[in-house]
């Protein structure tokens, strides 16, 4: 929404400023519109990520909202979509059908970058979504606040005793319906040419204190963000919901049994359905 107000307002300056000017013939006029056009729709974003730090500041991290959907997380899902848009990034969600629309869920899925839970917080936030993240991300300026007021729980990978907390809280957010979670269980980004890392069980231990069910899923191409940020060429990314893991499941299941069946699962769709090469262009 904000990228095409923004880039309507930029448009309609633009215009008014060539108007205004002395500049004539159709060579010079078009460049001058175009070089407005860029320059006026990047003091629009400039403003939007100052008026997203400056909202964070209202941010209380020890008195947060009662509930997920409060303005810091519009403003927040807004500023990182348009910013996506900018860089040229397209979002392709595959099973969605497999999602339950009212029963509480932890999702699982594997890590290819950074850039992997804002696509999950804002292309699935009509399922009440929200991430058990790493405890850095908490400390990052602005960010932090904003995420910690949709909903987050920091996880602490270096203090076992920590660990257990965040995972009780998580569980708990889920049993009393304030929000759905996502997790990543190889527990760091894939840097290797391998479908997956290994596993770390204990992130099933969300669902097993919940009493959830597990949705799997998968996400191909976040990786590619980097290597072709600015280069006017479209970013495909997929998000795949390959399938669920019952309740009744969930708590018949040792957390171990639960992570070997993500696991496979995930691991057989990403060697069936591998990322795609960004030099060669989108795959299906």
């Excluded at 890590?111 to 292309?123: E, K, M, N």
């Amino acid at each position: 929404m904000l990228f095409i107000i923004y880039l309507t307002l930029s448009l309609a300056g633009s215009g008014w400023l060539v108007y205004r000017s002395d500049v004539t013939g159709f060579p010079a006029c078009a460049g001058l519109f175009l070089l407005y056009t860029v320059l006026l729709f990047l003091a629009f974003f400039v403003l939007q990520v100052f008026a997203f730090a400056l909202f964070s500041l209202t941010i209380n991290v020890n008195r947060l909202p009662a509930s997920i959907h409060n303005p810091y997380r519009w403003m927040g899902f807004e500023t990182v979509r348009l910013f996506m848009q900018i860089l040229h990034i397209r979002i392709h969600l595959h099973g969605l059908e497999k999602l339950p629309d009212s029963e509480p869920y932890l999702l699982v899925s594997n890590h290819r970058s950074i850039f992997d839970p804002l696509v999950g917080l804002i292309w699935l936030k009509d399922y009440d979504l929200a991430y058990v993240s790493k405890q850095e991300n908490f400390k990052i300026p602005f960010v932090g606040r904003y995420i910690a007021a949709i909903g987050c729980v920091p996880l602490d990978r270096e203090n076992a005793k920590a660990a257990i907390l965040s995972i009780k809280k998580a569980a708990d957010n889920i049993k009393r319906g304030y929000v759905n979670y996502g997790i990543y269980p190889e527990g760091w980004e894939n840097k290797s040419h391998d479908p997956l890392l290994p596993f770390r069980s204990g992130a099933f231990k969300i669902a097993k204190d919940a009493g959830c069910q597990v949705v799997i899923s998968a996400i191909r191409n976040s990786d590619h963000i980097f290597r072709r940020a600015f280069t006017f060429r479209p970013i495909h990314i997929h998000l795949d919901v390959l399938d669920t893991i019952p309740a009744e499941v969930v708590k018949a299941e040792k957390t171990g049994e639960l992570s070997d069946r993500a696991f496979r699962i995930m691991e057989d769709f990403l060697t069936e359905h591998p990322a795609d090469d960004w030099k060669l262009g989108r795959k299906g």
